[in-house]
């Protein structure tokens, strides 16, 4: 979602393996257990951000209601947030989101 400051909010991303439906590979991917930071996540931003890195965002527009977001604080143009984390994976799999 985009609001009127252009600030891009994420919630409840999943990587599963299909041999294993329903069993999401990342941690605290609804960032549920998150604070202010992006708990068990690494998020950097290009280098022409100007501010700070993102942050937590909590109200009741989260997805399935009230919770926590993560909100992109890069909110200049053609600027580039990124947000990674690393999970197991195998050779020969594949990996869907879900």
Do not use: H
């Not at 999943?14 to 992006?38: H, P, R």
């Not at 909100?71 to 990996?95: D, H, K």
């Amino acid at each position: 979602m985009v609001d009127g400051y252009s600030e891009l909010f994420l919630d409840n991303v999943s990587v599963a393996d299909a041999s294993q439906t329903g069993v999401n590979l990342l941690s605290n991917s609804d960032f549920e257990i998150s604070t202010t930071a992006a708990v068990e996540w690494y998020d950097w931003c290009g280098n022409s951000c100007i501010g700070n890195k993102g942050y937590i965002n909590t109200g009741n527009l989260c997805y399935g209601g009230n919770g926590n977001r993560y909100a992109n604080a890069c909110c200049t143009s053609n600027v580039v947030e990124f947000l990674s984390q690393g999970f197991p994976a195998t050779i020969s799999r594949t990996y869907p989101g879900e």
